[in-house]
């Protein structure tokens, strides 16, 4: 489930299939949508997501690049042990950003939006 945090951050709530891939869809298809300019800074809630599957994977690189090509950043919060596990192997614990809760990320995209002004 997403949420508008502010005007440029929006977090999203995730969950363990089948929702997962629907809402990561979903997401994509709304920041494809968006206006230029408009795209908001993306906070993942992993949470509630005990595996990621390739597919699941490759809808966050989706995201990621979709993101970066318009200037925005994507963070990932509250990651449990095994999909940690998964990112570890994967090497992809060295190309997203992770923090311990939303709280956390939210202030990091705070900081962040602030040091572009």
Not at 40 to 46: A, R
Not at 48 to 68: E, P
């Amino acid at each position: 489930m997403s949420t508008n945090w502010s005007d440029d951050i929006v977090i999203c709530d995730l969950a363990d299939e089948p929702a997962l891939s629907e809402e990561l869809n979903d997401i994509y298809a709304k920041l494809r949508d968006t206006k230029p300019g408009t795209m908001p800074n993306l906070i993942l809630n992993l949470g509630g997501v005990t595996y990621l599957n390739s597919s699941n994977i490759a809808q966050m690189l989706r995201l990621r690049k979709a993101l970066i090509e318009s200037d925005r950043r994507l963070k990932l919060c509250s990651v449990a042990d095994p999909v940690w596990s998964i990112m570890l192997l994967t090497g992809l614990d060295k190309v997203f950003q992770f923090f311990p809760d939303k709280a956390n990320a939210i202030a990091a995209m705070q900081m962040d939006m602030a040091k572009k002004k």
